[in-house]
């Protein structure tokens, strides 16, 4: 699920619709939990499919570290890419928000975390990185990591409206994350490697 101070808006022609900000959300708020309505698909299945819906799954989901594609049931769907991205996906099936972003602002993430199947050239950004790669998760989750690190202790300092969408034991891990009692761990894990099924 989104985050509820957020809505779809139209960007650009080239772009399509996004998610944008409706409010102020400050850095280490969870932007997107992974819930009970969102589907998860096997490539069996994608494959068994009409490619009416081949071509809707193909736009619209991001494959997990099993290599199963997870499609968003609400505008989570439209978050566009960004080599700049204000959120990142951590190792627990929930993104925050890396820095601030205001109200008008789009919701972006890298999509080089979220195991795409072939390379695409995204917009220029004006950043050394100009395609999105498969790999690109085993290239940067050291960048990434220390990003989700810098603001990972701010999660429960903040309101969290997506909070009721987290079980008691992984707020509790989470909190213990933050007290040091347990290590932070990387976002490679999320990492699906078709090489070794």
Known sequence: MIHPDTELRFISNEIGYGVVATKFIPAGTITW???QLDREFTPLELQQMDPTYQNILDTYTFRNNKGNYILCWDNGRYVNHSFNSNC????????IAIRDI???EQL????????IPLPFRAADEGTRRKIVYPDDLQKYYKVWDKKIEKVFGNITKLQQPLRPL???????????????????????????????V
């Open 33 to 35: 939990v992974l819930d």
């Open 88 to 95: 990142l996906t951590t190792a627990y099936d929930f993104e």
């Open 102 to 104: 205001q109200p008008g």
């Open 108 to 115: 972006t993430d890298d999509y080089g975390y979220l195991n």
């Open 166 to 196: 987290l079980t008691e034991w992984l707020w509790n891990r989470v909190e213990g994350i933050i007290a040091g009692k347990e290590e932070l761990e990387s976002i490679l894990s999320n990492f699906y490697d078709e090489n070794n």
